[in-house]
């Protein structure tokens, strides 16, 4: 018997995969292929989405494996993401304040060490000093590099790294808490009126604040500072921390959102040269921006004083490559 069905490719992401929505009937489908790293876009990916099913969080779930082929077939959540849904709406804060409400749910996944999918043994690092300077190293390696020129890159990454490093080990709480690690506007959908979670093969055990920080510094979108404000006091008051721990919460938060900001200058600057995706270079100036209201915590005096000393600042936020 002859199946008839339609395939069309739709928008992707920063990622090495490409979607494909297939119509068979009134049902569709979607076709993730991973063009690398296999191992993490399509059996991590199931898996993380299989947890958070489980824990009623709305996710994409696995129909069928080609890994051979370097597929899955997942569950269709639609194509309106809440970027799309709250871009040009005026009272933005109810309905941001349900992503706050979602972020909590995600933290209350306990993980287990080690899962076991399609035979395949999954473990969860904790988002470690390692993994943070990793990360952060992007806007040394990609940003720096490509965006000025007749600079001692070597000797500059060596002395912020230092400072970045006194800096991260400031941090507060410990690494305890399911960390979506990807978490703003885009990946979020909207499914018949319900919330889902999308892009999350990245997932970590990591700090309570992060997903907070990625949520509302979301380069993506220009937030007023008192929805931001308001946000932020939101999550405090839903999280129930102790009394004892609510000061440390702004200075996490800070210390990951800088963390994550330097980071995404390197990663767009990356999927331009690298990966020949300019698009991204357009959220390089809200980056800068967001980075420098941050480093206004005095936990990032000496941060400030050596960026003043070292970077040529003004060119490096022009976004000229």
Request: net charge positive; proline share 2%.
């Given at each position: 018997?002859?199946?008839?069905?339609?395939?069309?490719?739709?928008?992707?992401?920063?990622?090495?995969?490409?979607?494909?929505?297939?119509?068979?009937?009134?049902?569709?489908?979607?076709?993730?292929?991973?063009?690398?790293?296999?191992?993490?876009?399509?059996?991590?990916?199931?898996?993380?989405?299989?947890?958070?099913?489980?824990?009623?969080?709305?996710?994409?779930?696995?129909?069928?494996?080609?890994?051979?082929?370097?597929?899955?077939?997942?569950?269709?959540?639609?194509?309106?993401?809440?970027?799309?849904?709250?871009?040009?709406?005026?009272?933005?804060?109810?309905?941001?304040?349900?992503?706050?409400?979602?972020?909590?749910?995600?933290?209350?996944?306990?993980?287990?060490?080690?899962?076991?999918?399609?035979?395949?043994?999954?473990?969860?690092?904790?988002?470690?000093?390692?993994?943070?300077?990793?990360?952060?190293?992007?806007?040394?390696?990609?940003?720096?590099?490509?965006?000025?020129?007749?600079?001692?890159?070597?000797?500059?990454?060596?002395?912020?790294?230092?400072?970045l490093n006194n800096i991260y080990k400031k941090l507060y709480f410990k690494?305890?808490?399911?960390?979506?690690?990807?978490?703003?506007?885009?990946?979020?959908?909207?499914?018949?009126?319900?919330?889902s979670l999308i892009d999350s093969q990245d997932a970590i055990i990591g700090n309570p604040l992060?997903?907070?920080?990625?949520?509302?510094?979301?380069?993506?979108?220009?937030?007023?500072?008192?929805?931001?404000?308001?946000?932020?006091?939101?999550?405090?008051?839903?999280?129930?921390?102790?009394?004892?721990?609510?000061?440390?919460?702004?200075?996490?938060?800070?210390?990951?959102?800088?963390?994550?900001?330097?980071?995404?200058?390197?990663?767009?600057?990356?999927?331009?040269?690298?990966?020949?995706?300019?698009?991204?270079?357009?959220?390089?100036?809200?980056?800068?921006?967001?980075?420098?209201?941050?480093?206004?915590?005095?936990?990032?005096?000496?941060?400030?004083?050596?960026?003043?000393?070292?970077?040529?600042?003004?060119?490096?936020?022009?976004?000229?490559?």
């Open positions: 018997m002859r199946i008839n069905y339609k395939l069309k490719k739709i928008s992707g992401d920063a990622s090495f995969r490409e979607f494909y929505r297939v119509k068979r009937k009134n049902k569709t489908s979607i076709i993730v292929f991973a063009r690398k790293e296999q191992y993490k876009n399509l059996i991590v990916y199931s898996a993380v989405n299989k947890i958070l099913n489980s824990h009623n969080i709305l996710s994409p779930k696995l129909l069928k494996n080609y890994y051979k082929d370097n597929m899955i077939e997942i569950t269709d959540l639609g194509d309106k993401s809440f970027y799309d849904y709250i871009k040009n709406k005026k009272d933005k804060l109810k309905d941001y304040k349900k992503l706050i409400e979602l972020i909590i749910k995600l933290q209350k996944i306990k993980l287990k060490n080690q899962y076991y999918f399609s035979g395949k043994k999954i473990k969860f690092s904790k988002y470690s000093l390692s993994h943070l300077h990793k990360e952060s190293d992007l806007f040394f390696d990609w940003h720096l590099k490509y965006c000025s020129k007749n600079l001692n890159l070597r000797k500059i990454k060596k002395i912020l790294r230092k400072e690494n305890n808490y399911f960390t979506h690690r990807d978490f703003h506007a885009s990946n979020i959908m909207m499914t018949k009126k319900r919330l992060y997903d907070v920080a990625s949520l509302i510094d979301d380069v993506r979108i220009k937030m007023q500072k008192n929805l931001q404000d308001n946000l932020f006091k939101h999550y405090i008051k839903k999280s129930r921390f102790k009394a004892k721990d609510q000061s440390y919460l702004k200075n996490d938060f800070d210390i990951l959102s800088v963390q994550r900001n330097l980071k995404i200058l390197g990663i767009f600057v990356r999927l331009y040269k690298r990966d020949k995706k300019p698009n991204y270079l357009k959220y390089l100036p809200h980056t800068w921006s967001l980075l420098e209201r941050r480093m206004r915590n005095p936990i990032f005096n000496r941060l400030n004083i050596l960026f003043k000393k070292h970077l040529p600042l003004k060119k490096l936020k022009k976004v000229k490559i």
